[in-house]
């Protein structure tokens, strides 16, 4: 049975539980009368791509295996569990269905291409409500909206902060203009709407299992909604509230398939039990110790570290040499290897001017793999990576989904050095260090403070370093490889040492991280 002839989505990225602390009128009247809660649960990771996928696809993130990263370059196109816009076209192939969102990954590799989903998107949320209210006026079966500034005024000025709470009454009037569209358009008596958030933050990051990142508010408003508490919601159940509300089967539940399920405290027709998993509690994260405290890494290696980035909610470099210079947006994540991680790519990189590379030095840092990546990325380095565009000097150091690459050139051609990760296709944190040995002329790469690959090199090609150009962190020289491929990935801890380091120094850092 049809309940409702229209469903609209409101996502708001980042705002958590938050909105119980920030004046949001519009909502407030919004759903005065529905149910809704600020209590529901984000899932693990508490990250964008893992949440609205599971929304959209009504499963946990371990089952779509959708990350940030990979939806920003690859279609999707699992037939097996199709999103919410291909379930609903299949059963009414005339509806008009609509996907609006500042984060562009959402459409493209979330909803489908070639199902007729009219996909729009905007730079700020303010443009984006524009696109809403145009499609608004075509009466959708199905609106999904992302809007994404809420979640950059956490990343920037601190969760639960004002400049953070201030963000989300801003948003809250964009939503009341939602609203008030569908009462213009004459549907609102027929229409389901919805606002939730995909996760919280803690601190300028989020990506754990801390309450503020984990807990989410849902609101649910239309005819036939209770009012009051929603008992237990998680944000993949939004895939199973729209079904119900179009009158479209829900799939059968699967812990390792499909399982969103209608939570209890919405609909007054819908009895069914909430079969309610047991939640596994991620294991906490060690926190980065003071570069300069007992057992820290300045302790440890002095003043051989010429460079040093722990991505803990800053572009710092803990030595104090180098100020690093921001392009784009430079997320941060609770979940690093240890404290924080920064997201780059597409989004942000760094640029840093002034590093002295005519001697031998070496990088560590930690990168998080993804054995679904297609191509490279580059992840730094003071030159570009496209051979045969720009024959420059300087070097690269490239993600592959099994490798890392070295890439030198020396103005004529280029070299590089290919280390494997040790499986055809990895994901997981990997931990990469790359030694410049210019006096043996030798490019030294170890995996995990373990598998080393040695490769000797034209000497030209090191002397040749020192003449390229500004040290890019998350982009290549011209910030344009990882942005026009729209590829992201994360770092963690990168520090660059003076010198090659030896087995006892690999080691010690070994030691460090254990």
Known sequence: MQRYKHVAVIGIDGMGGFN???????????????????????MDPTISAENWGG?????DPAVHRLTNGYISSHPYTNNELPSLFKRIREKNPEAYLASAVNWNPINIGIAEDGIGVDKRTADNDTLVTEEVLDCIKNKPVFLFVQLDEVDGAGHHFGYGTQGHLDRITEIDALVGKM?????????????????????GGYGHGHGGWTDTEKYIFLG????GVKKGHIDYAVTKDISAIVL?????????????????????GIFEDYDREYMKPEIKVPAPHRETEAFDAPGGLGEIFGDRIKLCMFFDSSSADETKNFIAEETGNVKFYSNGVRGETAEFGATGAYRINGIDFSRSFSLSFWLLADADLDGRICVLGNK???????QEKGFNI???????????????DDTDTVTAFGADGFSGWVNVIVSFDYEDSEVRTVIDFDTVHTDTV??????????????????????????SRNLIFRMDDLIMFEGVLSRTDIEKLKKYYE
């Open 384 to 390: 570009s990576p496209e051979n045969g565009k720009h």
């Open 55 to 59: 929304m959209l696809i009504g499963c």
């Open 179 to 199: 609203y008030d569209a569908y009462v213009k358009a004459g549907i609102i008596d027929d229409t389901l709407f919805i606002c939730i958030a995909d996760h």
């Open 244 to 264: 119900y509300a179009l009158g479209i089967d829900i799939p059968l539940y699967s812990s390792s398939g499909y399982s969103s399920q209608v939570p209890g």
């Open 220 to 223: 649910v408003s239309g005819r």
């Open 20 to 42: 119980r602390l920030a004046p949001t009128p519009c909502m407030d009247k919004i759903f005065e009368n529905g149910a809704y809660t600020f209590n529901a649960l984000s």
């Open 398 to 412: 490239l993600l592959r989904n099994h490798s890392v690459m070295v890439q030198l050139g020396c103005g004529d």
């Open 458 to 483: 034209d000497s030209k090609y090191l002397e040749s370093i020192s003449e390229g150009g500004d040290f890019v962190i998350g982009d290549d020289l011209y910030l344009s490889f990882n942005k």
